[in-house]
């Protein structure tokens, strides 16, 4: 198991941005697959980013992409989601969650969640 701290939300307007952060304890970061996922009041969670081991590889969601960008720093076991041109129904908990070695976005292949950090875009 790897034990994950997301960090980096709060408020912002509309159009603004945030950096989320991710940092995971434990040794085997480096060989996990990692996504970050969205649930907004009433909704699924749902995988908006997600990278390979290396970082090579990236899964965006249609609502992401072009404005999203998920990045990882092996040496520092953190990976990141850059949000850009923030819209309103960006809104929810931004999960991260540790996969296993092989790219995926499917809910029940992350193993390792961390507790959430609320995004709220006004307006």
């Known amino acids: 198991q790897v034990q994950l701290v997301e960090s980096g939300g709060g408020l912002v307007q509309a159009g603004g941005s945030l950096r989320l952060s991710c940092t995971a304890s434990?040794?085997?970061?480096?060989?996990?697959?990692m996504g970050w996922f969205r649930q907004a009041p009433g909704n699924q969670r749902e995988c908006v980013a997600a990278?390979?081991?290396?970082?090579?590889?990236?899964y965006y969601a249609d609502s992401a992409k072009g404005r999203f960008t998920i990045s990882r720093d092996n040496a520092k076991n953190t990976v990141y989601l850059q949000m850009n041109s923030l819209k309103p129904e960006d809104t929810g908990v931004y999960y991260c969650?540790?996969?296993?070695?092989?790219?995926?976005?499917?809910?029940?292949?992350?193993?390792?969640w961390g507790q959430g950090t609320h995004v709220t875009v006004s307006s």
């Open positions: 969650a540790a996969g296993s070695t092989t790219l995926t976005t499917e809910l029940s292949d992350f193993r390792s």
């Open positions: 434990g040794r085997t970061f480096s060989s996990r697959a």
């Open positions: 990278i390979s081991r290396s970082g090579i590889r990236t």
